[in-house]
């Protein structure tokens, strides 16, 4: 039997992709809007290791100051770095190498699962394909629908999701078919994977992102 993979060291894997990946972008793509609402690539890149700077002792405050509403605790969190230049964001991925403080939580899987999806709004963004590692990939479906801050639980309530390039399946219910990466951004609630998708559950899915009225 397989031993289970150390989830740190994939998030920390996970995360010096992301290195090689913010390294290479033009400066005009670091302005352009990721596929996470609202923000630029900019902001994603930062956010995704925002809270290890911050770290345990930092985040009573921060929680109370988003009056406990993540997508405000984020932005507040997200603020803090408003002055950053380019370099210097590149430079706080660099030392943020080994999750720290919140996103060392449930042994890794944040940092892992967060950044995964994280990376890909930034991908998606600037058309930089990739395939993602397997080991990376199944460990972040299985904690994105048991995450406390992710919607993928309410979005996969009650669907099968299957992977057509993974062994991976989770659910019961009406299918959503498609490649692994495209399951979890779509439960991730983001509506551009939909169209990778197939499946007779893939209408209430697209419901359920407000893709369809």
């Known amino acids: 039997m397989a031993a289970k993979p150390n989830v740190t060291d994939l998030a920390v894997a996970e995360r010096a992709d992301l290195h090689a ?109 990739r395939t993602i590692p397997e080991d990376r990939l199944t460990v972040a479906l299985d904690f994105a629908l048991r995450a406390p801050t992710l919607p993928a639980r309410g979005h996969a309530r009650g669907l099968r999701l299957v992977t057509t390039d993974l062994s991976w399946e989770r659910g019961d219910g009406r299918e959503v078919r498609g490649p692994g990466e495209a399951l979890l951004m779509a439960v991730a609630g983001r509506s551009q994977a939909l169209g990778e998708l197939e499946g007779d559950g893939v209408a209430t899915l697209a419901r359920r992102l407000g893709a369809v009225s």
């Not at 660099?94 to 899987?109: E, H, I, Q, V």
């Open 21 to 129: 990946l913010v390294t290479s972008l033009s400066p005009e793509e670091w302005h352009r809007p990721s596929l996470c609402e609202g923000w630029t690539v900019r902001d994603v890149v930062v956010h995704v290791v925002s809270y290890d700077e911050l770290g345990w002792s930092g985040l009573p405050g921060a929680f109370l100051r988003g009056g406990l509403r993540v997508d405000a605790v984020n932005q507040h969190v997200l603020e803090r770095y408003a002055d950053l230049t380019v370099p210097e964001v590149v430079g706080l991925v660099a030392r943020s190498s080994r999750p720290r403080g919140l996103t060392s939580g449930f042994g890794g899987a944040i940092a892992l699962t967060d950044g995964l999806i994280h990376q890909q709004d930034v991908r998606r963004a600037t058309g930089r394909v």
